[in-house]
């Protein structure tokens, strides 16, 4: 046996084994420890495979024995091996999987705060500018009362002026106002923006997540979660198929052969039911 | 896949369903090719698995503890086999023990474990617990009677209704081809040749060769034996090289890096390669011949240049020139086609086949 093999067992069994101190050993009453040695545990393996030859009536030559033992020790070790990584192996998917979907918890979770987010932002912007056309309203309305009063009041009343006059005051709020909506639109479309392309990032990371689950699941073998649906449309023949009446006659031998070997799984079940 | 893509299904904003499609997702209809190596399925909610036919039990408490009850199937079980109690169900293309006088095997474990596979596979699909399940399971063209009922019992079990179809039909018609063709299945143990005229191929109408994809890694193996004893290699490393460099053109250099001494060294096994891989053309093309020479003679030309290649043999590089070649040579011609997903061309016709089967004869054997 090689150095790096002996080295590998004495990993292995460490690993296998449970660590205790000499005191504690005292402790309890230990005077005396057994140590097993590799060499032991390899001669155990060579007498082994030695007696079951003997008892299976196996004559071999000792090159064949020795070529024997080698082999098993072998296997012995790949044996404990493999029970390493299994427990490894297991208790990875193990926290693979919880990962996993913790992650996929908070990825929900800020998918529905964006979403929330997006949903506010959204109404915002009417309400805003509803608003913001209210207010523009009353002080266009309260300025175009002001002017009508200093005008009618004057020594020389001029209707025409004075129409004039509130003419241009509501023009100019209706240009303000104009720009007022445009620039809210334009500030809330970028936020608005904003938040779909966050969204867009967030559902393209829960799709991943999702599908790096779905593989963590199918590797640990404990999966049972539905696959999306998925709809390929009704079942059944289309008279429009070009090869129609063959297949429609193909299907139906298909159907009275499977009925002849269902009436034998069932006559089959009678005689010797489970 | 493409439907998937086209229908992108909006959980958030569920529409009214037309009862016709309602009724439709309560079923789910599953096409499965049970196969020696591998179990391939494919169902009508686009799910699309395949599994290396082994199953595994924990074969002692410790394993037991760390594994569970449940077996491991496929990859997982080929792993870790020095735990478990391994089983290959199918190694003969059938259940084994379920063909008749064939006591040597373990014939209830097998059984259980091709059920347990079967079991398996059901579940890749992901059906919903409520939907009910009617599947078409394709088997070898030549299975007995006994093998077609075993695996009906296997399945069962777990699907609503069940229909078993001769494999290599199940491909032709994934293909729509019904009419005058030949299709060559060439899997792990078995190669399948079915000859199609329209209606279910007839025992008459079909050759199973033992000459497939085993034969060729056993072939591989034999070859490096006598040709590089010095080489140190374990047959999935055989299996693994063929899958990787099968060529039978001769033309690709195939070069491994396998253990001499326990040192890593590069050999080329062009040679042996080719050779192993070429040495399944004679027979296929003998019984291909065979096939043809027994069929109306007026219709041996459109069979003749109508043949279909599949099966996971069939991405040997180079087979169907070689098929034809060796055709052009003992059969005065032909035409050799290779379907272009070998491990679902199977599972995919017979979906086809479940979904175009009428309702009322899914109900009647259900
Ligand atoms: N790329 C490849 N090149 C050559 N052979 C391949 C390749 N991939 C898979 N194979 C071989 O194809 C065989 C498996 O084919 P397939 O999956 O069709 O078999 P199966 O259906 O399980 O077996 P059977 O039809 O006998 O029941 C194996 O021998 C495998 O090694
Ligand atoms: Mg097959």
């Not at chain 1, 590797?219 to 023949?237: H, K, Q, R, V, Y």
């Not at chain 2, 958030?12 to 499965?32: D, N, R």
């Not at chain 2, 599949?310 to 991405?315: A, D, F, H, L, V």
Request: contains cysteine; glycine residues 6%.
């Amino acid at each position: 046996m090689s150095n790096s093999l002996t080295r590998s067992l004495y990993h292995l069994m460490r690993g296998a084994s449970r660590p205790t101190s000499l005191s504690r050993l005292k402790q309890r009453g230990h005077k005396r420890v057994s140590i097993l040695r590799y060499r032991d545990i390899e001669m155990l393996i060579d007498t082994s495979v030695e007696n079951t030859l003997s008892k299976m009536g196996i004559e071999l030559s000792d090159r064949d024995i020795k070529g024997l033992g080698a082999e098993a020790r072998v296997e012995f070790l790949a044996l404990l091996h493999e029970r390493d990584s299994l427990r490894e192996t297991v208790d990875d998917l193990v926290t693979q999987q919880e990962e996993l979907e913790a992650n996929r918890a908070v990825l929900k979770e800020r998918l529905t705060e964006t979403k929330s987010e997006l949903d506010e932002e959204q109404a915002a912007e009417d309400e805003e500018l509803v608003e913001f056309g209210e207010d523009l309203t009353s002080l266009e309305g309260r300025i175009s009362a002001s002017l009508r009063a200093l005008l009618s009041d004057s020594a020389t009343p001029r209707d025409a002026l004075t129409a004039r006059a509130i003419e241009l005051v509501r023009a100019a709020f209706d240009e303000q106002r104009e720009e007022v909506a445009n620039r809210t639109r334009a500030e809330q479309a970028e936020r608005v923006g904003l938040l779909q392309r966050r969204l867009s990032k967030l559902n393209k990371k829960l799709e991943e997540s999702e599908a790096m689950l779905a593989r963590a699941r199918a590797a640990a073998n404990t999966s049972d979660e539905d696959i999306e649906e998925f709809d390929m449309g009704p079942a059944g023949l289309k008279s429009q198929d070009p090869q129609f009446e063959k297949k429609k006659q193909v299907l139906e031998e298909i159907f009275k052969l499977n009925v002849e070997l269902k009436s034998m799984v069932d006559s089959e079940g009678d005689k010797k039911p489970t | 896949m493409n439907d998937a893509a086209a229908n992108p299904s909006d959980s958030t904003t569920p529409t009214a369903p037309v009862s016709a499609q309602e009724e439709e997702t309560s079923i789910l209809h599953i096409g499965m090719d049970l196969g020696t190596s591998r179990t391939a399925i494919a169902a009508s909610n686009g799910a699309r698995e395949s599994v290396f036919s082994y199953v595994g039990y924990p074969k002692d408490v410790v394993s037991r503890k760390l594994l569970g009850d449940e077996p491991l199937y496929g990859e997982a079980a080929i792993k870790k086999r020095l735990s478990l109690n391994l089983f290959r169900p199918l190694e003969k293309g059938v259940i084994k023990g379920s063909t008749e006088g064939d006591a040597s095997e373990d014939t209830e474990g097998n059984a259980a474990a091709a059920a347990a596979l079967v079991q398996y596979a059901i579940r890749m699909a992901k059906p919903r617990p409520d939907q009910l399940i009617y599947a078409v399971i394709g088997c070898p063209a030549e299975a007995s009677i006994t093998n077609r009922t075993s695996i009906i019992n296997a399945a069962k079990q777990v699907v609503d209704s069940v229909m078993i179809a001769s494999e290599p039909f199940a491909v032709a018609y994934g293909l729509d081809v019904l009419t005058d063709a030949l299709v060559i299945d060439i899997g792990a143990g078995t190669t399948d040749l079915c000859r199609m005229h329209g209606t279910m191929p007839e025992p008459e109408d079909q050759i199973t060769l033992a000459i497939a994809g085993d034969k060729i890694d056993q072939l591989l193996a034999k070859l490096m034996k006598q040709n590089h004893p010095e080489v140190q290699f374990s047959e999935r490393m055989i299996t693994q090289a063929k899958e990787e460099h099968a060529t039978a053109t001769g033309a690709h250099e195939v070069i491994v890096t396998w253990p001499v001494n326990g040192k890593p060294t590069p050999i080329d096994i062009t040679k042996e390669m080719n050779e192993a891989c070429h040495s399944i053309v004679p027979p296929i093309v003998e019984a291909l011949g065979k096939l043809v020479a027994s069929f109306d003679p007026e219709f041996q030309d459109v069979l003749r240049n109508n043949v279909i290649l599949g099966g996971g043999g069939s991405r040997i590089r180079g087979l169907g020139n070689a098929i034809e070649s060796y055709m052009a040579e003992h059969l005065g011609g032909g035409k050799v086609n290779t379907v272009e997903e070998p491990v679902y061309a199977g599972a995919n016709g017979a979906l086809k086949i479940a979904r175009d089967m009428p309702a009322e004869y899914w109900e009647q054997l259900s």
